[in-house]
């Protein structure tokens, strides 16, 4: 019997990591940005981590922003914006 299911193994594995693949990629992640403060970094709160100014830990979705990234709250809606101090002008 196992004679006959050993040719069968490369197909049932390749099923198996076929479904695996296809349930990860039908998981999107959304990011809200409720969770940093007005005019913080979030830096690694998406990565388990801390924003710039303490919010956090956050949850772990293994996203990191640079320190170029700002949220900022407008209304009760928060919005991303980079830092454009240091931008070169043309």
Do not use: C, H, W
């Not at 390749?14 to 349930?23: E, F, G, H, R």
């Not at 100014?53 to 991303?80: D, H």
Request: no cysteine; hydrophobic share 40%.
């Amino acid at each position: 019997m196992l004679r006959k299911l050993k040719p069968l193994v490369p197909v049932i594995t390749l099923v198996i990591t076929a479904i695996s693949a296809n349930k990860a990629a039908a998981d999107p992640i959304v990011l809200t940005f409720s969770g940093p403060q007005n005019m913080e970094r979030p830096l690694n709160y998406y990565n388990g981590g801390f924003g710039s100014l303490g919010s956090g830990p956050g949850p772990a979705f293994g996203i990191s922003f640079s320190q170029n990234v700002t949220v900022i709250s407008v209304g009760s809606k928060p919005s991303l914006t980079p830092n454009t101090a240091n931008r070169v002008k043309p």
